[in-house]
């Protein structure tokens, strides 16, 4: 993977993923090797994340072009998937950062594997698989710690916006930051970014800023959320 500046990252290849997944004890993986055959996606079964999807690319360029916003930080990344914006979060200088998906086989079979394939520190790293239901009770994710919240492609199902929304009500430090990526419509799936924004306004915690619109066959936002300051 290149960055816009050029900066070359590794990522585990379809190969290397599926090697991992057969070798696991017992098993184990089966289920997500036989539905990663036939779909990209399955809700609340398999959530996508072995595949990288377009709107990473658009949090890589905004942390690089930003990096100075991310040295120092505590970061989150929800619904990591392969993790390249967290490792690269941790590259331009993050504190450390904490990762989170859906599906144990993704942290295990892959964003791990790629932290390790660009050398760095696993233990910077927290690694998480879980519902974000689960978010606020969870110990691994620290009440308002996070300087900076991270997520790409994860507003696709409305009917996750209140689970996803307390977790970054839950996560986010009162003066933090939220960078969110993903494309205006999902078709077949059923979320939006009109209705994103409905929910956002509806809870009255966060102030939205359209950080920019990214031209492509499904229009592309970026958008930062910081706490509204009652
Ligand atoms: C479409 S994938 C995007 C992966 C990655 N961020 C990317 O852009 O390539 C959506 C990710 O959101 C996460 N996700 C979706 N629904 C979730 C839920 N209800 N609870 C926890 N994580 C969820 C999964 O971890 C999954 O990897």
């Known amino acids: 993977?290149?960055?816009?500046?050029?900066?070359?990252?590794?990522?585990?290849?379809?190969?290397?993923?599926?090697?991992?997944?057969?070798?696991?004890?017992?098993?184990?993986?089966?289920?997500?090797?036989?539905?990663?055959?036939?779909?990209?996606l399955e809700p609340h079964v398999y959530e996508g994340g072995f595949k990288v999807w377009e709107s990473t690319g658009d949090m890589m360029d905004y942390l690089e072009n930003n990096s100075d916003r991310v040295q120092g930080t505590n970061l989150l990344e929800l619904g990591c998937g392969s993790a390249?914006?967290?490792?690269?979060?941790v590259m331009l200088g993050a504190k450390t950062?904490?990762?989170?998906?859906?599906?144990?086989?993704?942290?295990?079979?892959?964003?791990?594997k790629?932290?390790?394939?660009?050398?760095?520190d696993p233990r910077r790293f927290t690694m998480v698989f879980c519902d974000w239901k689960s978010v606020p009770e969870m110990p691994q994710f620290k009440k308002k710690f996070y300087d900076l919240i991270i997520s790409s492609e994860?507003?696709?199902?409305?009917?996750?916006?209140?689970?996803?929304h307390a977790a970054l009500d839950h996560c986010l430090s009162d003066q933090g930051v939220v960078w969110l990526a993903g494309k205006i419509f999902y078709f077949g799936?059923?979320?939006?970014?009109?209705?994103?924004?409905?929910?956002?306004?509806?809870?009255?915690?966060?102030?939205?800023?359209?950080?920019?619109?990214?031209?492509a066959p499904i229009t592309r936002f970026f958008i930062e959320m910081r706490r509204k300051h009652l």
């Open 154 to 164: 994860t507003i696709y199902n409305t009917s996750d916006y209140p689970a996803f």
């Open 97 to 112: 950062a904490t990762i989170q998906d859906f599906n144990r086989s993704v942290i295990q079979c892959y964003t791990e």
């Open 1 to 40: 993977m290149r960055t816009c500046r050029g900066r070359i990252l590794k990522i585990l290849s379809p190969a290397g993923i599926y090697e991992n997944l057969s070798a696991a004890d017992d098993d184990q993986f089966e289920g997500e090797i036989r539905q990663m055959e036939y779909s990209d």
């Open 189 to 215: 799936v059923g979320g939006s970014y009109p209705d994103f924004l409905d929910y956002i306004n509806l809870e009255n915690k966060f102030v939205v800023t359209n950080m920019k619109t990214i031209d």
């Open 84 to 89: 390249m914006p967290a490792i690269f979060s």
């Open 114 to 120: 790629n932290i390790l394939l660009n050398n760095c």
